[in-house]
């Protein structure tokens, strides 16, 4: 098994359970990694018939957007 001599062991991991960071743009780029890695779709998860990765991007905020109207 070859080992990829180019990884970066330091990359961020989203499964780490890392807290956001206190730096503003860092904090922005993760909350958009994290709302891009939820678009994207699995086999758990799959897009919806004729769905395109931004439709559902669109869909999964409005349906957040909705629920946090709702709770207010």
Known sequence: M???P???FHAHDPE?????SEDPVLREAQELEARM???LAT????????????ERLRRLEAESAQEDS???
């Not at 780490?16 to 956001?20: F, R």
């Open 16 to 20: 780490d359970g890392e807290t956001p």
């Open 37 to 39: 890695r939820r678009a």
């Open 70 to 72: 709702t709770e207010s």
């Open 2 to 4: 070859s080992v990829d």
């Open 43 to 54: 086999k758990e998860d799959p897009l919806r018939d004729d769905e395109s990765t931004s």
């Open 6 to 8: 180019n990884i970066d």
